[in-house]
Structures are given as structure tokens and as C-alpha cells.
């Protein structure tokens, strides 16, 4: 029997805090899951730099990251997935759209950003938001949207950025008001502001904390972080950027030897990868179905 999928709602209620790494696909959502973290963040980021080769700047469609989802979820059944929404990709009709679709598609919680169109990485400059008032409409759609209560609501604010560390705080109170069930203040500039974020809200909304590899935040272990008070962090685009200098050294080793031979030890050989897929097990379900085995 398939263990039943995490609450993620009742699981950011204990004191430990979730971490949750970012993945882009159903193969490192698998492995992430197998290496045991029981909730994944499926990153806008991450999707665009692989399946469209291009940076974070708003390239991404609802129906591209709604695609990707699905098959996560077919192949991971029980971790808790976190999904990037960015903007909602429209108005708060487009968020009410967003939200029933990321839902029936196995979403745990979706993430809502206040930048206006295009938006960017929250690690790049010259972003711009919408006003409060229309992101905590957004927010109320999609509160009012979701079809079941245990679908989280998380809503981020870009403000530190673009107005100040202050004014961000403030939109965030105004995020929880509306209904958000966790506060993302994205991009925080030192330690200190960490720490503010958490002394500011004192336990009354479950925060969400972003650790970008080279990015405008630094980056702390999760237990600091918990101590801090933040509930959930996430690590967005590491995969791609451990991936990405792997198969960096991976084609430069082709190009200049003619061969993989030298980088096989980097490598799982095509028996390694078929166990990791289980390819042995699934063949042999396939078998005894076409048997007529029960």
C-alpha cells in the first residue's frame, strides 16, 4: 500500500521546520523524494531555466507549470508539493483559474508573488509590484478558489526590493489579513532582517524562507532558520545549478576527448540509473499483468 501523502498544513503545525528542495521535473522530484524530504518546491524559476533554457523573467505559462505538476505528482505520491504560481499569470480571475488547476493537478500549497507583469527572479533588480490592495484581492480569490482547506495559500512579497524592508512587512500583515495561510517576504538583505521577519510576526502566521545559492539573501541552515522562526525553506534552483556545472564539465569532457570514458566515475552507468528508475520492478508488473497474474 502507497503511504498516505503529507499534510503539509498539519506538518508545518509541528516545531520542526520543512525543508523543501526546489525540483523542475518528475526525475528529481523521485530522487529528492527517495533521498527522503517529505516536501518539494516545484520552481517557476527551475522550469524556465531547463525546459526553456532562459532566465526567470516571466517566460513561463500557467499551462506549462500545470504540465510539469502533473507529472510530479504521478510519480511522487506521497511528499508534500509546494508549487510556484508567480503572479497568478493574470488578475485575480486568472488566480482563481490558477489555483483550481494547480489543485486537481496535486498541489500542497501555492505560492503567489506581488510583482506586476513581466515579473522577474526575486533575486534579480528592477522588479516591479502591483498595488496591496490588488494583491490581497488576489489573495482572497484564491482562498475563495481552492477546493479543499488543506490546500495552502502562500503569499510572497517582493517589497524589500522595490519600496522598503519596512514596507514589505507591512504588505505582508495586510497578505495575512486577507487570508494568505504563510508569509513569504522574499529576498531579505542580511541576517538581521532574517531575524526581523521572524521577531515581526512572533509565531502568528507560519513563514517561508528562500535560500538561493549566490542570491540577495544569505544562505543560513535550516535550524537557524527555525530558530529564527521560519516554518518552511526552500532551496528553488540548486538542482539546476548543480546540474548545470555537472553537465557543463559533462559536454566539455565530450567535445575535448571524444569520449564520456574519463567522467564515467561522475556518472551512473545505464544499470545504476535503471535501478534508481526502477525499471526491473516496473517490467516485472508488466509481466504479471500480461499473465493474467493477480
Same mark, same amino acid.
Given at each position: 500500500?502507497?503511504?498516505?501523502?503529507? =499534510?503539509?498544513?498539519?506538518?508545518?503545525?509541528?516545531?520542526?521546520?520543512?525543508?523543501?528542495?526546489?525540483? %523542475?521535473? $518528475?526525475?528529481?522530484?523521485?530522487?529528492?523524494?527517495?533521498?527522503?524530504?517529505?516536501?518539494?518546491?516545484?520552481? !517557476? *524559476?527551475?522550469?524556465?531555466?531547463?525546459?526553456?533554457?532562459?532566465?526567470?523573467? +516571466?517566460?513561463?505559462?500557467?499551462? #506549462?507549470?500545470?504540465?510539469?505538476?502533473?507529472? &510530479?505528482?504521478?510519480?511522487?505520491?506521497?511528499?508534500?508539493?509546494?508549487?510556484?504560481? /508567480?503572479?497568478? %499569470?493574470?488578475?485575480?480571475? =486568472?488566480?482563481?483559474?490558477?489555483?483550481?488547476?494547480?489543485?486537481? *493537478?496535486?498541489?500542497? *500549497?501555492?505560492?503567489? #508573488? /506581488?510583482?506586476?507583469?513581466?515579473?522577474?527572479?526575486?533575486?534579480?533588480?528592477?522588479?516591479?509590484?502591483?498595488?496591496?490592495?490588488?494583491?490581497? +484581492?488576489?489573495?482572497?480569490? *484564491?482562498?475563495?478558489?481552492? &477546493?479543499? #482547506?488543506?490546500?495552502?495559500?502562500?503569499?510572497?512579497?517582493?517589497?524589500?526590493? &522595490?519600496?522598503?524592508?519596512?514596507?514589505?512587512?507591512?504588505?505582508?500583515?495586510?497578505? $495575512?489579513?486577507?487570508?494568505? /495561510?504563510?508569509?513569504?517576504?522574499?529576498?531579505?538583505?542580511?541576517?538581521?532582517?532574517?531575524?526581523?521577519?521572524?521577531?515581526?510576526?512572533?509565531?502568528?502566521?507560519?513563514?517561508?524562507? =528562500?535560500?538561493?545559492?549566490?542570491?540577495?539573501?544569505?544562505?543560513?541552515?535550516?535550524?537557524?532558520? #527555525?530558530?529564527?522562526?521560519?516554518?518552511?525553506?526552500?532551496?528553488?534552483?540548486?538542482?539546476?545549478?548543480?546540474?548545470?556545472?555537472?553537465?557543463?564539465?559533462?559536454?566539455?569532457?565530450?567535445?575535448?576527448?571524444?569520449?564520456?570514458?574519463?567522467?564515467?566515475?561522475?556518472?551512473?552507468?545505464?544499470? !545504476?540509473? =535503471?535501478?534508481?528508475? +526502477?525499471?526491473?520492478?516496473?517490467? $516485472?508488473?508488466?509481466?504479471?499483468?500480461?499473465?493474467?497474474?493477480?
Amino acid at each position: 500500500m502507497t503511504a498516505p501523502r503529507i =499534510n503539509l498544513r498539519a506538518r508545518l503545525a509541528q516545531q520542526d521546520i520543512v525543508v523543501a528542495p526546489g525540483v %523542475y521535473d $518528475a526525475l528529481t522530484a523521485s530522487i529528492a523524494a527517495a533521498a527522503g524530504c517529505e516536501a518539494l518546491y516545484l520552481s !517557476g *524559476a527551475a522550469i524556465a531555466y531547463t525546459k526553456l533554457g532562459r532566465p526567470d523573467i +516571466g517566460l513561463v505559462s500557467m499551462s #506549462e507549470v500545470a504540465d510539469t505538476l502533473a507529472h &510530479v505528482r504521478e510519480r511522487v505520491e506521497t511528499a508534500a508539493l509546494v508549487v510556484d504560481a /508567480d503572479t497568478g %499569470y493574470g488578475n485575480a480571475l =486568472n488566480v482563481e483559474r490558477t489555483v483550481r488547476v494547480f489543485e486537481r *493537478a496535486g498541489a500542497d *500549497a501555492i505560492q503567489l #508573488e /506581488d510583482q506586476s507583469l513581466p515579473k522577474r527572479c526575486g533575486h534579480l533588480a528592477d522588479k516591479s509590484l502591483v498595488s496591496a490592495a490588488e494583491m490581497t +484581492g488576489k489573495i482572497k480569490a *484564491a482562498v475563495d478558489s481552492r &477546493v479543499s #482547506e488543506s490546500t495552502l495559500i502562500i503569499a510572497r512579497t517582493d517589497a524589500v526590493a &522595490v519600496e522598503s524592508f519596512e514596507a514589505a512587512v507591512a504588505r505582508a500583515h495586510a497578505y $495575512a489579513q486577507a487570508g494568505a /495561510d504563510m508569509i513569504f517576504i522574499e529576498a531579505p538583505q542580511d541576517q538581521t532582517q532574517l531575524a526581523r521577519v521572524g521577531r515581526l510576526f512572533d509565531g502568528a502566521v507560519p513563514l517561508m524562507a =528562500n535560500m538561493v545559492e549566490g542570491g540577495k539573501t544569505p544562505v543560513l541552515p535550516a535550524r537557524e532558520l #527555525e530558530a529564527m522562526g521560519f516554518s518552511l525553506v526552500i532551496f528553488p534552483g540548486g538542482i539546476v545549478r548543480a546540474l548545470a556545472r555537472s553537465a557543463q564539465a559533462f559536454y566539455e569532457t565530450i567535445a575535448r576527448e571524444g569520449t564520456s570514458e574519463s567522467f564515467r566515475p561522475h556518472m551512473f552507468d545505464f544499470e !545504476g540509473l =535503471n535501478e534508481m528508475l +526502477g525499471t526491473k520492478e516496473i517490467l $516485472a508488473r508488466g509481466q504479471r499483468y500480461g499473465s493474467g497474474e493477480r
